[in-house]
């Protein structure tokens, strides 16, 4: 799932292994292909996450919610976030159905009036909870949805620029800086469709589960409005049990 193999994703973003395996030429698919078969080890992650958004008048507000992220054999995931604080925004939530070969689904719950709404292809676009990651960023997507190019190698790093092979893309290109011995993402940088930079992803720090690193303190740079976001993960739980009706519509509602 890239651009955002993880928001989390974000709260299971940029998950990567400890000693990964390449080609003796690897190529830009093959390690993205490596952090995408990495983001989905022990299956399922929850994280308790506070989000803090500021605007170019340095004014923040700030959000807290819990997440659940389950992958399948099928190269399908499901995810769920809930927010618990503040009051105004306590109880809304992000149900994602990410699919192996279709656009993702999406439905946004209104506790307010005990709806939800299901996004269409336009709107998964939109800001998420008015920050700098779209619910689309939220979701992710799956790999073979760009074409992916190593353009330079270093010791340390490997730099990929990755083009979206659909029509309807949002972004025009991505550009990821990936620390080799890790296999993380360290930076994200997200252009328009007029090659204009739009946004920068930066993974300040990660936490260590067995053989895996996970991104915990994420900061979204919004190069064309000014404003920031960023997430950190207060709590992380790997491999823990998720039932499927929790990832589904009811529990979207609950």
Same mark, same amino acid.
């Given at each position: 799932?890239?651009?955002?193999?993880?928001?989390?994703?974000?709260?299971?973003?940029?998950? *990567?292994?400890?000693?990964?395996?390449? %080609?003796?030429?690897?190529? $830009?698919? *093959?390690?993205?292909?490596?952090?995408?078969?990495?983001? !989905?080890?022990?299956?399922? +992650?929850?994280?308790?996450?506070?989000?803090?958004? !500021?605007?170019?008048?340095?004014?923040?507000?700030? +959000?807290?919610?819990? *997440?659940?992220?389950?992958?399948?054999?099928?190269?399908?995931?499901?995810?769920?976030?809930?927010?618990?604080?503040?009051?105004?925004?306590?109880?809304?939530?992000?149900?994602?159905?990410?699919?192996?070969?279709?656009?993702? #689904?999406?439905?946004?719950?209104?506790?307010?009036?005990? %709806?939800?709404?299901?996004?269409?292809?336009?709107?998964?676009? =939109?800001?998420?909870? $008015?920050?700098?990651?779209?619910?689309? =960023?939220? /979701?992710? +997507?799956?790999?073979?949805?760009?074409?992916?190019?190593?353009?330079?190698?270093? &010791? *340390? +790093?490997?730099?990929?620029? /990755?083009?979206?092979?659909? &029509? @309807?893309?949002?972004? $025009?290109?991505?550009?990821?800086?990936? #620390?080799?011995?890790?296999?993380?993402?360290?930076?994200?940088?997200?252009? =328009?469709?007029?090659?204009? !930079?739009?946004?920068?992803?930066?993974?300040? %720090?990660?936490?260590?589960?067995? @053989?895996?690193?996970?991104?915990?303190?994420?900061?979204?740079?919004?190069?064309?409005?000014?404003?920031?976001?960023?997430?950190?993960?207060?709590?992380? !739980?790997?491999?823990? /049990?998720?039932?499927?009706?929790?990832?589904?519509?009811?529990?979207?509602?609950?």
């Amino acid at each position: 799932m890239t651009p955002l193999f993880q928001c989390i994703i974000i709260l299971s973003l940029f998950l *990567s292994g400890l000693n990964p395996i390449y %080609s003796d030429q690897p190529t $830009g698919h *093959s390690i993205m292909k490596t952090i995408y078969d990495q983001n !989905k080890k022990y299956e399922t +992650r929850i994280a308790k996450v506070k989000m803090v958004i !500021k605007n170019n008048k340095n004014e923040t507000r700030d +959000r807290f919610f819990h *997440s659940w992220k389950k992958y399948y054999d099928d190269n399908t995931s499901r995810g769920l976030i809930k927010f618990f604080r503040p009051a105004t925004v306590k109880g809304m939530s992000l149900l994602s159905h990410s699919h192996a070969s279709k656009n993702t #689904d999406q439905w946004l719950y209104f506790p307010a009036f005990k %709806s939800f709404k299901t996004l269409n292809s336009t709107e998964r676009h =939109d800001s998420f909870m $008015g920050s700098d990651f779209t619910y689309s =960023d939220i /979701s992710g +997507r799956q790999i073979n949805e760009d074409t992916h190019t190593l353009i330079k190698k270093t &010791d *340390s +790093r490997y730099f990929i620029e /990755s083009i979206p092979n659909n &029509d @309807d893309a949002y972004y $025009g290109k991505i550009r990821y800086i990936i #620390d080799r011995d890790k296999t993380v993402i360290l930076k994200a940088i997200f252009y =328009d469709l007029n090659n204009k !930079k739009l946004k920068e992803l930066d993974n300040k %720090s990660f936490q260590q589960f067995k @053989d895996i690193y996970v991104a915990v303190d994420m900061i979204m740079q919004n190069h064309q409005t000014g404003g920031t976001t960023q997430l950190t993960v207060e709590m992380l !739980k790997v491999g823990d /049990s998720i039932d499927d009706a929790k990832l589904g519509l009811k529990g979207l509602k609950e």
